[in-house]
Nanobody, 115 residues
Framework: QVQLVESGGGLVQAGGSLRLSCAAS????????MGWYRQAPEKQRELVAT???????NYADSVKGRFTISRDNAKSTTYLQMNSLKTEDTAVYYC?????????WGQGTQVTVSS
């Protein structure tokens, strides 16, 4: 069993930055691929970024060059650094952990970008 708790969301002006954190608890966390998804009002949930156990990363085209995903296995924490934020980045951001067909989700953290 893995538990995920996101933090770091909030209100920021367009062009600003935020760093989201995902604190994980459980066993063998280093083996999990970690990811961030988001869901805007009246839209489907979408992938933002993922990072594997080997530190390979993948990003949605809409955030490439602006967002950076990273992980600190010693702290069991995954981060999402978000720069040059746009109003369209407004959404609830969810942290995920995946391994061997098992997926875990956090409760989400709200990010609101104002114009």
């Amino acid at each position: 069993q893995v538990q995920l708790v996101e933090s770091g969301g909030g209100l920021v002006q367009a062009g600003g930055s935020l760093r989201l954190s995902c604190a994980a608890s459980g066993s063998r966390l280093w083996a999990y691929a970690m990811g961030w998804y988001r869901q805007a009002p009246e839209k489907q949930r979408e992938l933002v970024a993922t990072i594997t156990r080997d530190l390979s990363t993948n990003y949605a085209d809409s955030v490439k060059g602006r967002f950076t995903i990273s992980r600190d296995n010693a702290k069991s924490t995954t981060y999402l650094q978000m720069n040059s934020l746009k109003t369209e980045d407004t959404a609830v951001y969810y942290c995920t952990a995946s391994n061997n067909g098992r997926d875990y989700w956090g409760q989400g953290t709200q990010v609101t970008v104002s114009s």
